[in-house]
């Protein structure tokens, strides 16, 4: 059974960073691309940054770009989202999620989610 | 960027009823377009994949249709587990975005 574990959430001032991390288990955690997907509470959802499952390829939504680096350590099986600079507006629960292709390069569609960790800039 | 455009926004409805969502691209993006249900307090649930493929484990009453720019989501007969909110999202640009949402609710 696919399980994704996120930690890390919690209080920040702005300008200030957290890291998160995700803890996967029951697949080939390097088979896959792995993505952090935010929502603000009551609100909708926006892709936030993605990672092949080499870790070669990363991708960012701008309004996070050249602050957030998302990173995976393949023996940990575990994927990170380390957040610098934050801001009010990065006020969200944070979801890591499992892409549904085996050896995709670009997320196709996240079939399987973890819990969420809540991240509040204030 | 790619803009996904939902509608509507809500919708009432009561079980059985047959319900359908739709959804728009700001340019074509073939049939790169999922769905995923959402209860509240709960993470997304993937439904449908690459326009009109059921994920393993979805009831058949939902189904999925077209491509380029404009998509349907239908559910054939609304079950009370399926009162919940419906995103779009599209696969097609480096970064999957999705729409706003669409909350179903009980008429």
Redesign the interface.
Known sequence: EVQLVESGGGLVQPGGSLRLSCAASGFTFSSYVMSW?RQVPGK????V??ISGSGART????SVKGRFTISRDTSKKTLYLQMNSLRGEDTALY?CAKD?RRWGN??????S????TLVTVS | DIQMTQSPSSLSASVGDRVTITCRASQSIGRYLNWYLQKPGKAPKLLIYDASNLQSGVPSRFSGSGSGTDFTLTISSLQAEDFATYYCQQSYGTLGTFGQGTKVETK
């Open positions: 997907v909708g959802l926006e892709w940054s993605a991708d960012y939504a701008d979801y549904r670009s997320p196709e569609g996240a079939d989610w973890g819990q969420g």
